[in-house]
């Protein structure tokens, strides 16, 4: 084995060993939160601050990692929801059995989208999608014998609480548990996405990003991996919407208008489209900075709006450019060649 | 009885739909020089359709003033987001991040109407919307009859304008080939503006003449601008004449789609239409070659 390769073998145990220091970090991160923040208010903020996350991963999966642009999130989303709690509220399902079909099928609404518009190129898919929000909107809105459309589902239940032996180990009526198993499976998540696209799939889909054709004369089937990688995110903010239905309780069509679709896009954006920790942060900091600007109100949206447009132009990277241009401007002896 | 239903309907439908082919035409041009979308194209609509009724109802002007200014309000909004996002952005050269940044316009220009101008509909009266005529059983208001002529009108104009004109030649050159109509002596980017400024003042137009028969509220645009989207796929990408046909046809099936099934069963009715012509036929009801560099 020659030198070179050695020394990149131990720089990539040095960087395995960084990225399981780095989970670790975020594990603890989880734990002390709710600690730190005890009250009510703020334990709910961290919950959906969690949901926000994981849409923006799917998301972020779909657009960052395959360049379809998929203005529909806010469907896949609501399809979880929906799905997952009318098994559970007119069959009686169980809560985890809802939550697996309720990924299933959000996962495959998005391969079934991905099929119709895989031979299409990004701006017909974008439409194609952002007409698959609207239509699931109506549908939701209008089948009123199923969904109660506008008058929305309430009283739904929190998922059961795991009990071993009669003692009750974690009841997810309480907000701290409930904060715990929603950011403990998005770290899950995050941690089979990362370890995904390291992978030699990720290495195919940045490919077929990059350029399909000459991905293709490599004997890349870009549309199968494309289907894949829709299906795969859109499954992830199906997961999202089993959390959302259960964690508020109630459920009406407007909490899956196309604008959420929007909203996620600008967490995807502002944190850095394309890679994974961006977008985790893009989520936080776009949930959790109109409840700190309080008094805003109606203008929260603008600031949404002001953020997507202002990052394309000036930081297209998002919050991961600006942390390695700070980054590069910290490091002694400045910028490297 | 019932051809009087199905007349009565098809007229509404042609108000409609010559109204979403205003705007879909816009988005086509765009799209036929650009290869992008302006996301808030919607707005335009509703910006201009506000301009028109403050307008009207705070300067006591007429209405077919009224249409100028949208027109007017369109045209300098068409001209603004081409200076501050597209050309910028053109440089880059990513495919969606126009896209994406216009969908962020668009949101910021909502959620500000919605400041400015509250969630509660306006009532856009104008002096022709009690005036009715009846013809064989069939009511229209002179409303619907202007909006009918002034579109057909605007329309046939543009369509002239393409055809004969030189700029609108060399408009359909660079729409073929941008380099070679450079090579040629077009200033692309000045078409590129040019483009902007007429697509942007047909939606502000449209906003207009939208408002007096749809309800006026900031998100007025956004329930048109769905449609439009799926009129210019349905028609063709960049396709002027397929666009024309499909906006029609999507103006019909909302006619009887609310009178013979279910008002809410529009969108999911065109979008269903929508997702079947990707399958069928992705270049649209009218196909143009085009040529696609690898």
């Known amino acids: ?337 | 009885m019932t051809t009087t239903i199905v007349l009565q309907q098809a007229i509404n439908g042609v108000v409609f739909g010559s109204l979403y082919v205003l705007v879909a035409l816009g988005l086509t041009l765009i799209y036929g020089v650009l290869v992008q979308i302006n996301f808030a194209h919607a707005d335009f609509v509703t910006l201009g359709a506000f301009a028109a009724y403050f307008f009207m109802h705070l300067l006591g002007a007429g209405y077919f003033l009224s249409i100028g200014v949208a027109f007017l309000v369109g045209a300098a909004l068409g001209w603004l987001i081409n200076a501050s996002i597209f050309t910028p952005l053109r440089l880059k050269g990513n495919e969606l991040l126009p896209l994406i940044a216009t969908i962020g316009v668009s949101v910021m220009m909502q959620n500000l109407m919605l400041t400015w101008f509250g969630p509660i509909p306006y009532a856009f009266e104008t002096e022709y919307s009690s005036q009715v005529i009846r013809f064989a059983g069939i009511f229209v208001s002179w409303q619907n009859i202007i909006i009918i002529a002034v579109s057909s009108v605007t329309i046939a104009l543009l369509y002239a304008f393409m055809k004969f004109t030189f700029l609108g030649k060399a408009l359909r050159a660079v729409s073929q080939d941008r380099e070679t109509a450079g090579l040629m002596g077009i200033n692309p980017n000045y078409l590129i503006m040019l483009t902007f400024v007429i697509a942007s003042a047909l939606a502000g137009m449209a906003g207009a003449m939208l408002a007096p028969v749809l309800v006026l509220t900031p998100f007025a645009g956004t329930s048109v601008i769905v449609k439009a989207f799926a009129i210019v796929i349905i028609g063709g990408f960049g396709n002027v004449e397929g666009t024309i046909l499909a906006g029609l046809i999507v103006g019909l099936i909302e006619s009887y789609t609310t009178q013979f099934l279910d008002p809410g069963l529009i969108d999911i009715v065109v979008f269903a239409l929508l997702l079947v012509m990707l399958v069928i036929k992705p270049t649209g009801l009218i196909a143009e070659r085009r040529e696609e560099n690898v």
């Open chain 1, 1 to 337: 084995m020659s030198d070179s390769a050695i020394s990149q073998r131990v720089g990539n145990d040095k960087m395995l060993r960084s990225r399981w220091v780095g989970y670790l970090l975020a594990a603890l991160c989880i734990i002390a939160l709710p600690l730190i923040f005890n009250d009510t208010y703020w334990r709910t903020n961290l919950t959906i601050c969690a949901i926000n996350v994981l849409l923006a991963l799917g998301l972020d999966f779909i657009l960052g990692y395959t360049g379809q642009l998929n203005l529909g999130h806010s469907a896949f989303y609501g399809l979880g929801a929906y799905v997952s709690t009318l098994l559970i509220v007119k069959l009686g399902i169980p809560f985890w059995a809802a939550f697996v079909a309720g990924v299933a099928f959000a996962g495959l609404a998005g391969m079934f989208l991905s099929l119709f518009a895989v031979r299409l190129r990004g701006h017909y898919l974008a439409i194609a999608s952002l007409g698959f929000a609207v239509i699931i909107y109506q549908i939701l809105l209008n089948w009123i014998s199923l969904t109660q459309g506008p008058l929305g589902i309430y009283g739904i239940s929190p998922p059961p609480g795991i009990v071993v032996g009669g003692t009750v180990i974690a009841d997810f009526r309480n907000l701290t548990a409930f904060f715990y198993l929603v950011s403990g499976f998005t770290l899950l998540v995050y941690l089979l996405l990362d370890q995904l696209v390291r992978s030699p799939v990720g290495e195919t889909l940045t490919a077929i990003r990059e350029d399909e054709v000459s991905a293709a004369s490599l004997g890349i089937n870009g549309a199968v991996w494309k289907v894949f990688a829709f299906g795969l995110g859109a499954a992830v903010a199906g997961a999202a919407g089993c959390f959302y239905a259960s964690f508020v309780g109630t459920l009406v069509p407007d909490a899956f208008y196309v604008s959420e679709a929007f909203t996620i896009l600008a967490m995807v954006i502002v944190g850095g489209m394309g890679t994974l920790i961006g977008p985790v942060f893009g989520a936080i900091l776009l949930t959790l900075l109109p409840e700190i600007l309080r008094g805003i109100g109606d203008l929260r949206l603008v600031v949404y709006g002001a953020a997507l447009t202002f990052v394309v132009l000036f930081m297209p990277g998002g919050l991961v450019q600006a942390a390695r241009m700070i980054h590069e401007k910290l490091r002694p002896g400045g910028r490297r060649p």
